[in-house]
């Protein structure tokens, strides 16, 4: 399973709709792609609470450690990562929930932006020792349709990044790729 989490907690966000996208239409070619809202509850993070995480941080670690890889689509708030997403992030280092998992990263800006947040996702992803890969998918506000995207070139293009994350997930021991759903 992929673990898709959108870094906007914004209602009509441009990447939370790449991700139902990338998810629905993923499905149909046998992927399996879990939307997971975990980040917008959970609480600050504080290293004392490490032996005995809040029950949302416990359940956002156990879906992480569970994923096979991990696709983020990510904004750029103030040159850097959103709050809420770092704030995941930083949920995630000391149970090692996405060490080294395969991580696709998705921009959904305009050229010429999202520079700063790849740097500082960098950082982030070096640290957790993950295999990160970067797509640039720019969409443009239009293509949404009530809140979605339907425009069928556009969604091809979100699908290839998820196959290109599932092609990265390590084989189970029948050489199957576990992203696959049965």
């Known amino acids: 399973m992929i673990l898709a989490i959108s870094g906007s907690l914004r209602r009509d966000s441009l990447n939370s709709a790449a991700l139902r996208a990338a998810a629905h239409a993923a499905a149909?070619?046998?992927?399996?792609?879990?939307?997971?809202?975990?980040?917008?509850?959970?609480?600050?993070?504080?290293?004392?609470?490490e032996s005995r995480p809040p029950a949302a941080v416990q359940r956002f670690r156990?879906?992480?450690?569970h994923a096979e890889a991990i696709l983020l689509a990510v904004p750029e708030y103030a040159f850097g990562?959103?709050?809420?997403?770092?704030?995941?992030?930083?949920w995630t280092v000391g149970s090692g929930a996405i060490y080294r998992?395969?991580?696709?990263?998705?921009?959904?800006?305009?050229?010429?932006?999202?520079?700063?947040v790849r740097r500082a996702l960098e950082l982030v992803f070096a640290a957790l020792d993950c295999d990160v890969s970067w797509h640039h998918v720019p969409i443009h506000p239009s293509l949404l349709d009530?809140?979605?995207?339907?425009?069928?070139?556009?969604?091809?293009?979100?699908?290839?990044?998820?196959?290109?994350l599932a092609a990265r997930t390590p084989p189970g021991s029948d050489g199957a790729h576990p992203v696959l759903s049965a």
Do not use: C
């Not at 156990?62 to 450690?65: D, F, H, K, L, Y």
């Not at 998992?101 to 700063?116: C, I, Q």
């Open 146 to 164: 009530q809140g979605e995207i339907r425009d069928e070139p556009m969604i091809r293009e979100l699908v290839r990044v998820v196959e290109a």
């Open 81 to 90: 990562i959103p709050g809420t997403l770092k704030n995941a992030l930083d």
């Open 62 to 65: 156990t879906i992480s450690e």
């Open 28 to 49: 149909r070619t046998g992927l399996a792609v879990d939307l997971d809202d975990s980040p917008g509850r959970l609480p600050h993070f504080n290293p004392d609470l």
């Open 101 to 116: 998992k395969p991580v696709a990263v998705l921009s959904v800006a305009g050229r010429g932006r999202g520079e700063h």
